[in-house]
């Protein structure tokens, strides 16, 4: 194939082999399949990956991912690449402090409120939420799940720069955030709150709590999957939530026809959806 790093590279051919074979290796390595993603993503995301190491082609780039240890980590944190902040679209958290923790903490009993956030990256969403939640004064466990091992890793140790923080409210940060050796920390009381760990919703396995869960936020995931594989997705994702808890999608994002008569959106300019009280959703 032609050189894909120079400034007159096009779009990636993703029916090249050597990209099948790259992604097989990622798989291999990393427990991560990217057959399901969309391709010309995982592709340009690819590109800008050999770039910075100097392959031209796939063939190249194939070569130096079987020699190099650790390449593979490196690539997967380039493909999953993370793009947040805390308080990230402010009307979806303004919805869910004012309308949703309200009614969870209805119906808590007592119990500590339960919290999946996919897809969680370095953090920024869960530890929004368990502001959120401190500033209610309820108790919650937040499940905080990612493919990639790396952002999970900076996302425990909680560490971000400035830049994470423009659309998070001021009162919010002079509580939960404090600087740090030219960084920016978040409260031990956060850290606490949230318990992160390795899951990936495409590779067949359970939610870490099959229905048990009163709020899950799985945003901004859904566009980056294939059509024939969103409604499996959703339909794995609608079985951790319990009757009567709440689903929350990305603010691009909608459920498919059979997955939306179990749910009923709030506010218009969110992706907030309240599950019904019945029984929980089939699997397709």
């Known amino acids: 194939m032609q050189s894909l790093a120079g400034p007159e590279a096009g779009v990636p051919a ?10 097989q290796v990622l798989r291999e390595r990393t427990g991560t399949d990217f057959a399901s993603y969309r391709l010309p993503t995982v592709a340009r995301r690819t590109v800008n990956r050999m770039i910075s190491v100097g392959a031209a082609t796939y ?53 500590p409120i339960t919290v999946w956030s996919i897809g969680c990256g370095c953090g920024e969403e869960p530890y929004t939420l368990a502001m959120l939640f401190a500033e209610a ?30 659309e998070l409210p001021k009162d919010l940060r002079e509580r939960y955030i404090v600087r740090s050796d030219g960084f ?34 799985f945003r901004n ?32 994002e909608w459920p498919s026809d059979a997955i939306a008569t179990t749910l009923q959106p709030l506010a218009s300019d969110t992706r907030i959806f309240a599950t019904s009280s ?5 699997e397709p």
Request: hydrophobic content about 40%; proline content about 5%.
């Open 278 to 282: 019945c029984e929980q959703t089939a």
């Open 14 to 23: 993703i029916d090249d082999p050597a990209f099948g074979e790259i992604l």
């Open 59 to 111: 063939a190249d780039y194939l070569q130096f991912l079987r020699q190099r240890e650790g390449e593979a980590a490196r690539l997967l944190e380039h493909v999953t690449i993370k793009v947040s902040r805390f308080y990230r679209h402010a009307p979806t958290f303004d919805t869910l402090r004012r309308e949703v923790l309200p009614e969870l903490a209805r119906h808590a009993e007592g119990g």
């Open 137 to 166: 004064g309820l108790s919650c466990i937040i499940e905080a799940t990612d493919i990639d091992p790396a952002a999970l890793q900076r996302a425990a140790h909680g560490y971000y720069t400035d830049a994470a923080f423009f």
């Open 221 to 252: 995931l859904l566009i980056y999957l294939g059509l024939e594989i969103q409604d499996l997705a959703l339909h794995a994702v609608r079985r951790a939530v319990r009757p009567g808890g709440y689903l929350c999608l990305g603010e691009a």
């Open 184 to 217: 920016y920390e978040v409260s031990a009381e956060l850290r606490e709150r949230v318990r992160f760990s390795r899951h990936d919703v495409l590779a067949s396995q359970p939610p870490p709590g099959e229905g048990r869960f009163d709020l899950v936020c």
